[in-house]
């Protein structure tokens, strides 16, 4: 069993507080291109927002249990709400992002802790795969406010998957961001 988690609770200051998952691209919602990569290959989808804006696509939505702990405090709530072990995190701002990288993924999910996609612009940590079993050294690293994703990688099986494609991870934090995304999309579709 795996579960899909949408972090979608940033603050999008870039995006001048508009949350960055409802923005429109390529005719629908951001978040609603995650979802359709991850609904295929996971047992349930859930959504990690401070927002009740995410209620119209009918999945269930949890606030952070920490507050203002960035991607870190929204692990944590994500693997807390969890109903299994393992658990695929995944950007909400994230809209090229395929269903296969998430089944490969699954492939290692036996033998390491973490499973982290490492593309040429480096590691990719809003979209891999995590264990509960991380649960107890993010509470630690968030009580010692060491709130950088490599703390948690550090102390657990970490293994960084190597990907060539870096489109697929491709995150839209800006507008500039945003017309970036629509160049990719007419170089790689």
Known sequence: MCTGIILAGGKSRRMNGVDKGLIPFNGKPMIEHVISALKPVVDEVIIIANSRGYEPFGLPIYPDIVQEKGPLGGLLSGLTQSKSDDVIIVGCDMPFVENTIFTTLQKYKHKYDIVIPKTPDGIQPLCGLYKKKCIPVI???????????????????????????????????????????????????
């Open 139 to 189: 509470h630690q690293l968030i009580e010692e406010n060491q709130l950088k994703m490599t703390h948690l990688f550090n102390q657990m099986n970490t293994y960084f998957l190597p990907f060539k494609n870096k489109t697929p991870f491709f995150n839209m934090n800006s507008p500039e961001d945003i017309k970036s995304g629509y160049k990719l999309k007419e170089i790689d579709l």
